[in-house]
């Protein structure tokens, strides 16, 4: 059982019988796999690395020992269809205005593939931003859960989740602050194990919604907003050098004449200056699509809440006409057709706390 593999620390219950849990982790871990086995939701999976998760998701709500439980499917840093100053700004949007209308997660899950050779840098700045986005107090409410055990020997796998345990560069950190690690073993029972911990534990805020929404900083002053900028003015550095070099060529084969180097490198100029373009886009979308995206998620919300009102209005003269007897059966009718609207309205309550820009 999943739940034999936590360390015994101190459980608080709570009293709310609702749960929301984040699910993160690199492109291809799993994450839409995993929550639609344990919610019986139908999220589109991918079935290479090409990302499927390009916008926040959530599960249907289910119900796990008396709690209804709703997973939250995030795309990872190293998403193919979107910037990462897009994901960052899109998670910390939702992430926000959950805490500000006084909802914290229940817990986080953070998946790896231990089908993985090693974690390499792309798996290692995934996991670093997470830690950024959770803080070091929350990690008590994080569950790092390695899959794919069928894909590798079971004896390569040990050996692997004892270097992710055992490692600095890896998750020793993150476990030493109260973090758990499990193994997945793609069953619907063990992903309901793992639940079952997280909704037990005491929910609390993410350093960047207490950033965010208690401390009023902007973006970038987040400690994960300041390491995307950290990695986007090291990129610029390392851009900015080989434009020199680039341009040094091209003048040596002006004077040579090699019109044809001279075309290949004019070439290799033109892709490298996109990508200077493409990294000074996403430094100025970290630091204004923030308030963007907030600023429409607000007016969304409004709507929801317009619309919801108008339709409880609806109801309520029907039901005091039923009560009349005019018109008994076509009211009735009526009145099943727009509760069922409302019922629609109201699930999408939590997706507005959770849109996409797109």
């Not at 290692?124 to 055990?149: A, Y």
């Not at 193994?183 to 992903?191: G, I, M, V």
């Amino acid at each position: 059982m999943a739940s034999d593999q936590f360390v015994n620390i101190e459980e608080a219950t709570v009293s709310t019988k609702e749960a929301v849990i984040a699910i993160m982790g690199a492109t291809g871990s799993g994450k839409t796999t995993f929550i639609n086995a344990v919610s019986g939701g139908n999220l589109r999976v991918g079935g290479d690395l090409e990302s499927c998760t390009s916008t926040i998701e959530l599960s249907p709500t289910f119900d796990l020992r008396g709690r209804q439980v709703t997973l939250i499917d995030t795309p990872g840093f190293d998403d193919t269809n979107r910037s990462d100053a897009d994901i960052l700004n899109m998670i910390a949007v939702g992430l926000a205005s959950m805490y500000e209308n006084n909802q914290m997660l229940a817990g986080v899950i953070y998946l790896h593939r231990i089908s993985d050779i090693r974690m390499g840098g792309i798996s290692r700045r995934n996991f670093k931003m997470f830690r950024k986005l959770c803080g070091d107090n929350t990690l008590k409410n994080v569950v790092i859960v390695t899959n794919m055990w069928g894909l590798v020997d079971k004896d390569v796998g040990v050996a692997r989740e004892a270097q992710l345990k055992q490692e600095d560069k890896f998750f020793k950190p993150a476990l030493e602050k109260g973090a758990q690690i499990v193994r997945h073993d793609n069953t619907p029972e063990n992903a309901r194990a793992i639940l079952c911990y997280l909704i037990e534990r005491k929910p609390l805020p993410l350093q960047i919604q207490i950033e965010l929404v208690d401390e009023q900083k902007t973006m970038p002053q987040t400690a994960a907003g300041a390491e995307l900028n950290r990695e986007l003015l090291e990129q610029s550095r390392k851009h900015e050098k080989e434009m020199r070099e680039l341009r040094e060529e091209m003048q040596d084969a002006l004077r040579q004449r090699d019109e044809e180097h001279r075309k290949e490198l004019e070439a290799e100029r033109q892709a490298l200056q996109a990508e200077i373009d493409r990294v000074e886009g996403e430094h100025k979308k970290l630091a204004s699509d923030y308030a963007k995206q907030k600023a429409e998620l607000e007016e969304q919300r409004r709507e929801a809440s317009e619309k919801a009102a108008e339709l409880r209005q609806q109801i309520q003269a029907l039901q005091n006409d039923v009560t009349a007897g005019q018109e008994r059966e076509r009211l009735e009718r009526e009145l099943r057709e727009v509760q069922q609207q409302l019922r629609g309205l109201q699930a999408q309550g939590p997706r507005t706390r959770w849109c996409s820009i797109m």
